[in-house]
């Protein structure tokens, strides 16, 4: 049986555990206030060029999220 070591692997690729933060807050962000497709085509774009981004949207979707 093919055990894999979930947390080693998620830190060796250290953009997959922001990437699923990021894609957990878009689903709430679609549940909350049904964001249009393409609009949220533009934000994922930047998701995968850096972390900074990653944080930016991050953030953006927190500040959303509060209001």
Do not use: K
Request: glycine share 2%; proline share 3%; hydrophobic share 60%.
């Amino acid at each position: 049986m093919l055990q894999v070591d979930w947390f080693s692997w998620v830190t060796a690729h250290g953009q997959i555990l922001p990437l699923c933060v990021i894609f957990i807050n878009i689903g709430l962000f679609i549940i909350v206030s049904n964001v249009n497709l393409e609009f949220l085509f533009t934000l994922s774009v930047p998701v995968v060029t850096s972390d900074v981004d990653v944080l930016l949207i991050y953030s953006m979707f927190r500040i959303y999220w509060f209001i």
